[in-house]
């Protein structure tokens, strides 16, 4: 009687320390971090270098005058969040380049779980946490129009993760 006792125990242990794990785990990866504000500027391709200064700023809002050094290629360095893209401090900023440029997405995450992905034109990122590194994808930018991008892990568009690409 006093196994069967016992057993019923460490049962109910389980259980419990299982809801605990699975609530942490809920919190840590969809909590809202709202407290940056969120502004859609123009972004500008980067130089391999990473250096972000080339990004527009809500001072500056027109795109940079000096073009990389790697050619045709605009890279943008995009990093997720819970529930937003950051780029140079900006929260789910437009992308914007020139129809037949080449378009180069380096992609991490410092928190969560994310992908960047664009349906027309067939671009996307692996998926990445914050310990995987980057991954990148290119594409030619070869229609114009305002495309919607966006993270394609569970309901992270739904729950406004997601930028427009604008070609002109």
């Known amino acids: 009687m006093m196994v069967a006792h016992k057993k019923g125990q460490i049962a109910i242990i389980v259980v419990v320390l299982i809801i605990l794990i699975a609530v942490g785990a809920f919190f840590f990866f969809f909590r809202d971090d709202s407290s ?3 502004n859609n500027i123009v972004g500008s391709g980067s130089s391999p270098s990473r250096d972000n200064s080339q990004y527009n700023s809500p001072s500056n809002p027109t795109p940079s005058s000096g073009s990389p050094s790697t050619g045709d290629v605009k890279i943008f360095v ?3 969040k819970n529930f937003r893209f950051v780029m140079n ?3 789910n900023p437009d992308i914007k380049v020139k129809q037949g440029d080449k378009v180069k997405i380096e992609f991490s995450s410092t928190q969560g779980f994310h992908d960047w992905t664009l349906d027309e034109f067939n671009a996307a990122t692996k998926q ?3 310990t995987d590194g980057s991954t990148i994808v290119e594409f030619v930018a070869d229609k114009k129009g305002t495309f919607e991008y966006y993270c394609g892990v569970g309901s992270h568009r739904a729950n406004g993760m ?3 690409f604008i070609v002109e």
């Open 36 to 38: 940056s504000t969120s």
């Open 78 to 80: 995009l990093t997720g």
């Open 89 to 91: 401090g900006v929260e």
């Open 128 to 130: 990445v946490m914050d």
């Open 162 to 164: 997601k930028g427009n």
